[in-house]
Each structure stands twice: as C-alpha cells, then as structure tokens.
C-alpha cells in the first residue's frame, strides 16, 4: 500500500514563496503520475499540478502557470511543489495523490488518483 505525506505548508505573505514536500512510503513513485491538488475554503477540488510517472509530461492549471512548478525526486521517493509569488487565492489545503493508470493531464482536470495524502494548510495572508 502506498502512502503518501505532504509537509511545508504554513502561512506566507503575498508575493512569498513556499516549498511542499510529498513523501511517499511503502512502494515506490517510480511508476506513478503525482498531482497536487488542493482545495479552498467552500470550493471544490482543484488539479493544480500534475506530472507523468517519467517526469516528461506535466500539467499545469492556468491559475498557477509562471508561479509553480512541481519536480520528483525518485531516489527520495518524494515529490515537491515549489510555490512563487503566492496570492490570497492561493490559499487553500493542498494534496498530493498518485496514480498508476492515470496520466499527468486527465489526473488534474478529472481529479483523478488511487493513493492521496492528509493535506497540509497553506495560507497566504499579510
């Protein structure tokens, strides 16, 4: 059983930057598609990022194009989300998930995943 733990989110002031970390345990991420998602106050969930299990494809929701990028490191068995020039609207409880049959692209725009984490909180706030 995969299981996957996200850590690095907190509170962060507009134009500041965050990095989150999912670690994952139990199998490893190499064949897998990682999305991070993440989901706001009375909103619904949003595919933020998503990347294919080689690392070649990635899909980026237009919200957060230009200010994030998402890397994976398999020899750690994690994967990251760097976050730049955060704004208010970014503020939400974010998620990793992985997938094996799921790629980059429909896994974000579907919400699509077999293993998701707990979430971590980021706030961006002044």
């Known amino acids: 059983q995969l299981q996957l733990v996200e850590s690095g989110g907190g509170l962060v002031q507009p134009g500041g930057s965050l990095r989150l970390s999912c670690a994952a345990s139990?199998?490893?991420?190499?064949?897998?598609?990682i999305g991070w998602f993440r989901q706001a106050p009375g909103k619904g969930r949003e595919g933020v990022l998503c990347?294919?299990?080689?690392?070649?494809?990635?899909y980026y929701a237009d919200s957060v194009k230009g200010r994030f990028t998402i890397s994976r490191d398999n020899a750690k068995n994690t994967v990251y989300l760097e976050m730049n020039s955060l704004k208010p609207e970014d503020t939400a409880v974010y998620y990793c998930?992985?997938?094996?049959?799921?790629?980059?692209?429909?896994?974000?725009?579907?919400?699509?995943?077999?293993?998701w984490g707990q979430g971590t909180q980021v706030t961006v706030s002044s």
């Open positions: 139990g199998r490893t991420l190499d064949y897998y598609a």
């Open positions: 990347i294919s299990s080689s690392g070649g494809k990635t």
């Open positions: 998930a992985a997938s094996l049959v799921t790629t980059a692209q429909p896994m974000c725009v579907y919400i699509s995943a077999d293993y």
